[in-house]
């Protein structure tokens, strides 16, 4: 009778018997993992460069404006107009964390391993575009406090304040609106881009490209023209929605959206659907491939 060719040894590897976490909670985690890759947290010190350089320029025009407003009063620069006249450093932001967050996943080919867990694809682009908009509003919503700081200040009596936080407030919103949309064509179009560079050059260029459009659109004779010429640029379609919510301009203004603001605002909702959507499609396409 012959002896057993193999035998069998412990060398003490045990069951797992501790929580098994679901969906949520891989989603919670790639969330909080993305948002950490927004600001280059636990990655080398060249990702940390471009994302803190913001932070900083953000901060020191906060700082700037609460100074001013808590020395002198003077009120150079509102809550709605932060995020207006930092909308081309936000832009560039997205550009930048947009591939990092999708684009480098797609290169390395990491999706099937992400796909074999308890996450959707779905979960995971949302994740992502979650993550970015996120990333935006801590930067602009902290330079927005920084603003709330000085006017508290520099404001008589509890009411006053308390007017300066709920105008504070509406302008972070205003932010998240301007997160929202910038993140979600950012996010889109890095997904579709395997190269880094590329896709942070795409992502600009599609913010761009319908420059010259607005432009044409500005100098025709027709007032009608003039007023819906910001709407076909992501960035000043967002403004013509904060002009007619927080910041209604003079008719007669050179720049204005006349009574067009409902139309801005319904564009920006399906401009933001359009870009989930196929976001949405393009990662049940590629956990298909």
């Known amino acids: 009778m012959s002896s057993p060719a193999g035998v069998i040894h412990d060398i003490g590897y045990q069951r797992y018997e501790g929580a098994r976490l679901g969906r949520r909670d891989v989603f919670l985690a790639l969330y909080t993992q993305s948002l950490r890759t927004v600001f280059g947290l636990g990655r080398n010190f060249k990702a940390k460069i471009f994302p803190w350089f913001v932070v900083g320029v953000a901060a020191i025009v906060g700082i700037v404006v609460m100074a001013i407003r808590a020395q002198t009063g003077e009120v150079i620069m509102k809550y709605a107009e932060y995020p207006q006249y930092l909308s081309t450093l936000m832009v560039l932001f997205v550009a930048i964390a947009g591939p990092e967050l999708v684009s480098r996943d797609l290169h390395s080919g990491v999706l099937p391993l992400y796909f074999s867990r308890p996450l959707r694809p779905a979960d995971y682009?949302?994740?992502?575009?979650?993550?970015?908009?996120?990333?935006?509003?801590?930067?602009?919503?902290?330079?927005?406090?920084?603003?709330?700081?000085?006017?508290?200040?520099?404001?008589?009596?509890?009411?006053?304040?308390?007017?300066?936080?709920?105008?504070?407030?509406?302008?972070?919103?205003?932010?998240?609106?301007?997160?929202?949309?910038?993140?979600?064509?950012?996010?889109?179009?890095?997904?579709?881009?395997?190269?880094?560079?590329?896709?942070?050059?795409?992502?600009?260029?599609?913010?761009?490209?319908?420059?010259?459009?607005?432009?044409?659109?500005?100098?025709?004779?027709?007032?009608?023209?003039?007023?819906?010429?910001?709407?076909?640029?992501?960035?000043?379609?967002?403004?013509?929605?904060?002009?007619?919510?927080?910041?209604?301009?003079?008719?007669?203004?050179?720049?204005?959206?006349?009574?067009?603001?409902?139309?801005?605002?319904?564009?920006?909702?399906?401009?933001?659907?359009?870009?989930?959507?196929?976001?949405?499609?393009?990662?049940?396409?590629?956990?298909?491939?």
């Open 125 to 289: 682009a949302l994740a992502k575009l979650a993550a970015l908009a996120t990333g935006v509003v801590l930067v602009w919503g902290g330079g927005q406090i920084l603003i709330f700081i000085g006017a508290a200040f520099s404001v008589k009596g509890f009411g006053n304040v308390m007017n300066e936080l709920a105008d504070a407030g509406l302008g972070i919103i205003y932010t998240a609106l301007y997160a929202v949309v910038f993140a979600s064509i950012a996010i889109l179009v890095a997904s579709l881009l395997k190269r880094r560079a590329v896709a942070a050059a795409a992502i600009v260029g599609t913010f761009l490209v319908t420059t010259p459009v607005m432009g044409v659109l500005f100098i025709l004779p027709s007032q009608t023209a003039r007023e819906l010429a910001q709407m076909v640029n992501p960035a000043t379609l967002v403004g013509g929605v904060g002009d007619w919510l927080f910041e209604p301009t003079d008719a007669q203004a050179e720049v204005s959206i006349g009574s067009f603001g409902p139309l801005y605002a319904l564009v920006t909702v399906l401009l933001v659907a359009l870009c989930v959507t196929l976001l949405l499609r393009r990662y049940r396409k590629v956990s298909q491939s």
